[in-house]
């Protein structure tokens, strides 16, 4: 039996619709949900995902504006910037683009913004929030993925999953909102010993290393659910995500591809977060 592929544009399309209606509803009402966007620098990916952020608001009727600042902004510049619109009550979600130029902290950048604004789910308090189960803004890319799961229905609960990756920003908060959901999660990264003897036994399988086609059919266990969040672009231009979807596609029960698997789903979160951030402003 060959998988069932997780399409996440098209779920991704389908959430977008359903979120213009409640935009739609939320304007009628006087409240027109506003997401800032900073870009620090001009790397080329990092423009090019902007530009999705931005053309994904606009389908949905969600304000957005977008500062670009130079690399040679300061650390104080962009600060002072962010403290503004903390202070702005128009401005719903701010997202400082990463990665941001060497000088400056991501660290320091991402504790300056109001946590009742932090769409991405970046900040300690939200992470903490998180930890212990708290209603908060999870972030984008694991929430887009416990999201993709429930569409299909895929049971979490007792389930074994193991995360590859342990960054901040996929690998760690995956594996909590895993744990939330009653999953047994077992973290592997760089320093693993036997990668293998985990990823053999995983029912679950989060694979965000960030190196092209890493995971083959020899690695997975059968009928396992097998999520890629790798973006890898080859020579030739094409995107490629960590797992060899090919070689694993007839042993998986469910895979997501890659493109159109978990990065159009980690824009929609996005959306999602900030009209949770307009919501929650306008009840204070
Ligand atoms: N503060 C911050 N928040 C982020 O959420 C954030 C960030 N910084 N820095 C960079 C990463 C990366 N990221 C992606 C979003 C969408 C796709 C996406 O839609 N990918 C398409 C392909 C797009 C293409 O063709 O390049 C797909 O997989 O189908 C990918 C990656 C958000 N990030």
Same mark, same amino acid.
């Given at each position: 039996?060959?998988?069932?592929?997780?399409?996440?544009?098209?779920?991704?399309?389908?959430?977008?619709?359903?979120? !213009?209606?409640?935009?739609?509803?939320? @304007?009628?009402?006087?409240?027109?949900?506003?997401?800032?966007?900073?870009?620090?620098?001009? #790397?080329?990916?990092? @423009?090019?995902?902007?530009?999705?952020?931005? !053309?994904?608001?606009?389908?949905?009727?969600?304000?957005?504006?977008?500062?670009?600042?130079?690399?040679?902004?300061?650390?104080?510049?962009?600060?002072?910037?962010? !403290?503004?619109? #903390?202070?702005?009550?128009?401005?719903?979600?701010?997202?400082?683009?990463?990665?941001?130029?060497?000088?400056?902290?991501?660290?320091?950048?991402?504790?300056?913004?109001?946590?009742?604004?932090?769409?991405?789910?970046?900040?300690?308090?939200?992470?903490?929030?998180?930890?212990?189960?708290?209603?908060?803004?999870?972030?984008?890319?694991?929430?887009?993925?416990?999201?993709?799961?429930?569409?299909?229905?895929?049971?979490?609960?007792?389930?074994?999953?193991?995360?590859?990756?342990?960054? #901040?920003?996929?690998?760690?908060?995956?594996?909590?909102?895993?744990? #939330?959901?009653?999953?047994?999660?077992?973290?592997?990264?760089?320093?693993?010993?036997?990668?293998?003897?985990?990823?053999?036994?995983?029912?679950?399988?989060?694979?965000?290393?960030?190196?092209?086609?890493?995971?083959?059919?020899?690695?997975?266990?059968?009928?396992?659910?097998?999520?890629?969040?790798?973006?890898?672009?080859?020579?030739?231009?094409?995107?490629?995500?960590?797992?060899?979807?090919?070689?694993? !596609?007839?042993?998986?029960?469910?895979?997501?591809?890659?493109?159109?698997?978990?990065?159009?789903?980690?824009?929609?979160?996005?959306?999602?977060?900030?009209?949770?951030?307009?919501?929650?402003?306008?009840?204070?």
């Amino acid at each position: 039996m060959s998988a069932t592929i997780i399409n996440g544009k098209e779920l991704a399309q389908e959430l977008k619709l359903s979120m !213009k209606e409640e935009v739609t509803e939320l @304007k009628n009402e006087g409240l027109t949900p506003h997401l800032t966007v900073i870009i620090v620098g001009d #790397n080329p990916a990092s @423009k090019s995902y902007v530009r999705g952020k931005q !053309k994904a608001c606009s389908e949905t009727g969600i304000s957005s504006d977008v500062i670009e600042l130079p690399t040679s902004t300061t650390e104080n510049d962009l600060l002072h910037l962010i !403290k503004e619109l #903390n202070d702005n009550p128009t401005v719903h979600g701010i997202l400082v683009q990463l990665p941001l130029p060497d000088h400056i902290s991501e660290k320091q950048i991402t504790v300056a913004i109001d946590p009742t604004k932090d769409v991405d789910g970046f900040h300690p308090v939200n992470i903490g929030r998180m930890m212990t189960g708290e209603d908060t803004f999870f972030p984008c890319t694991p929430y887009g993925i416990i999201t993709m799961l429930k569409s299909k229905d895929i049971q979490i609960e007792g389930k074994h999953a193991v995360v590859i990756g342990r960054s #901040n920003i996929v690998g760690k908060p995956i594996g909590q909102l895993l744990l #939330n959901e009653n999953a047994t999660v077992t973290y592997c990264h760089s320093k693993t010993k036997d990668i293998k003897e985990y990823t053999a036994k995983a029912d679950i399988l989060i694979v965000a290393i960030g190196k092209p086609n890493v995971i083959k059919e020899g690695d997975i266990k059968n009928n396992s659910i097998i999520v890629d969040v790798g973006i890898n672009r080859l020579e030739d231009g094409s995107l490629t995500g960590d797992v060899d979807f090919d070689s694993v !596609k007839e042993k998986a029960s469910y895979l997501t591809p890659v493109p159109r698997g978990v990065g159009p789903m980690t824009i929609t979160m996005l959306l999602k977060n900030t009209i949770k951030a307009a919501k929650g402003l306008s009840e204070k």
